[in-house]
T-cell receptor, first 110, second 116 residues
Framework: GEDVEQSLFLSVREGDSSVINCTYT??????LYWYKQEPGAGLQLLTY?????DMKQDQRLTVLLNKKDKHLSLRIADTQTGDSAIYFC??????????FGSGTRLQVQP | SAVISQKPSRDICQRGTSLTIQCQVD?????MFWYRQQPGQSLTLIAT?????????ESGFVIDKFPISRPNLTFSTLTVSNMSPEDSSIYLC?????????????FGPGTRLTVL
């Protein structure tokens, strides 16, 4: 079955880089996603990566995928206080529905 | 990206009553899904809303408790029936499958339900 795991909490200083990690179990996943959820808000799609890619960069965001180890990471460069939120990774199943990780709460300290 | 609206945005309901949540998209989409996010938790898929046919439910969710309609390619409803305090959650719809989006999946703003 599908299972996605994340560490629960990460604290960084403003201006540093943040790295949020995720592991998944379904080797047939074709796409892996990162979403951001701010307090009281819905989910914002940040980026996604196709499973045959190793890396995807989008402005301050870098996604790294190690398909052999089923490990996904999201790096946020120059982290700002506005980046404080919960970050979810998710993998897509056969019917295109998403299986989510538990979410990582990122706290950015000034 | 798609513009997805949900109504109501929040509600407080009494035990034993039912609430119907609406999800409207500004474009025709192939796939529509309903998720639940319990307080402090991640998202769990309730069902896939199928246009013109019965929804496909995930393990632990049944049609009698969560009836779903999808009359066309831009609209779906989720009803939470015979509510109990355990149903207090955020309910979110998501959409996928518009050609211009590629493989992106977008979420509505959610409906925050509190059951007393």
């Amino acid at each position: 079955g599908e299972d996605v795991e994340q560490s629960l909490f990460l604290s960084v200083r403003e201006g540093d880089s943040s790295v949020i990690n995720c592991t998944y179990t379904d080797s047939s996943s074709t796409y892996l996603y990162w979403y951001k959820q701010e307090p009281g808000a819905g989910l914002q799609l940040l980026t996604y990566i196709f499973s045959n890619m190793d890396m995807k960069q989008d402005q301050r965001l870098t996604v790294l995928l190690n398909k052999k180890d089923k490990h996904l990471s999201l790096r946020i460069a120059d982290t700002q206080t506005g980046d404080s939120a919960i970050y979810f990774c998710a993998e897509v199943g056969g019917r295109r529905a998403l299986t989510f990780g538990s979410g990582t709460r990122l706290q950015v300290q000034p | 990206s798609a513009v997805i609206s949900q109504k109501p945005s929040r509600d407080i309901c009494q035990r034993g009553t039912s609430l119907t949540i609406q999800c409207q998209v500004d474009s025709q989409v192939t796939m529509m899904f309903w998720y639940r996010q319990q307080p402090g938790q991640s998202l769990t898929l309730i069902a896939t809303a199928n246009q013109g046919s019965e929804a496909t439910y995930e393990s632990g969710f049944v049609i009698d408790k969560f009836p779903i309609s999808r009359p066309n390619l831009t609209f779906s409803t989720l009803t939470v029936s015979n509510m109990s305090p355990e149903d207090s959650s955020i309910y979110l719809c998501s959409v996928a499958g518009l050609r211009t989006w590629g493989n992106e999946q977008f979420f509505g703003p959610g409906t925050r339900l509190t059951v007393l």
